[in-house]
């Protein structure tokens, strides 16, 4: 079965500071799967990436997909307080259906 | 808002009960999936359903079942509960059957004593 695993498991930055957090899938990616959780909310969709090479933005988070590597970066640009919470990956089959999730980064911003 | 409701936010009960989880999907969304998060398990699929039928299966107990009425919401039902079953159980909903972006409902916290 796939698995993604979720790097790091939490992060601490400097609001203004730029991070990245990555996703790394064992298996083939076919749907990548960007979104943001407060902790005991719901999940807030972010981006979806299909194609090797993608590259999408909003506001100031920006997603890419290794296809090769089966990887996934998300990047934020000059973090601020609001863009704290749980980040998760989620990655499709072959026949979309379920998901299946990474553990989960964990972002504070310190202001 | 992601037009994705969910009933009732909170419910606490005793191990051996039963209780029904109510999601209403998005205007217009034909697929219902539910996932069950929990701090030692993460996040779970657990069961999807498109336009009333069942089209996949996770890691969902036989204790666990659920449905999706003609108007499109659906129910899951848990019973002979354990202290293991505290999560938090979501639902999400699709436009079409595979490929689309799920969106997720605010969840249902469940609390076994």
């Known amino acids: 079965s796939q698995e993604l695993e979720q790097s790091p498991q939490s992060l601490i930055v400097q609001e203004g500071k730029n991070l990245t957090i990555n996703c790394t899938s064992s298996k083939t990616l076919y749907g990548l799967y960007w979104y943001k959780q407060k902790y005991g909310e719901g999940l807030i969709f972010l981006m979806m990436l299909q194609k090797g090479g993608e590259e999408k933005s909003h506001e100031k988070i920006t997603a890419k997909l290794d296809e090769k590597k089966q990887q996934s970066s998300l990047h934020i640009t000059a973090s601020q307080p609001s863009h704290a919470g749980i980040y998760l990956c989620g990655a499709s089959g072959e026949y979309g259906n379920k998901l299946v999730f990474g553990a989960g980064t964990i972002l504070r911003v310190k202001s | 808002d992601s037009g994705v409701t969910q009933t009732p936010k909170h419910l606490i009960t005793a191990t051996g009960q039963r209780v029904t989880l109510r999601c209403s999907p998005r205007s217009g969304d034909l697929s219902v999936y539910w996932y069950q998060q929990s701090l030692d398990q993460g996040l779970q699929f657990l069961i999807q359903y498109y336009n009333g039928e069942e089209r996949a299966k996770g890691n969902i107990l036989e204790r666990f079942s659920a449905q999706q009425f003609p108007d499109l919401h659906s129910e899951l039902n848990l019973s002979s509960l354990e202290l293991g079953d505290s999560a938090l159980y979501f639902c999400?909903?699709?436009?079409?059957?595979?490929?689309?972006?799920?969106?997720f409902g605010p969840g249902t916290r469940l609390t076994v004593l």
């Open positions: 999400a909903s699709s436009a079409r059957l595979n490929t689309d972006t799920q969106y």
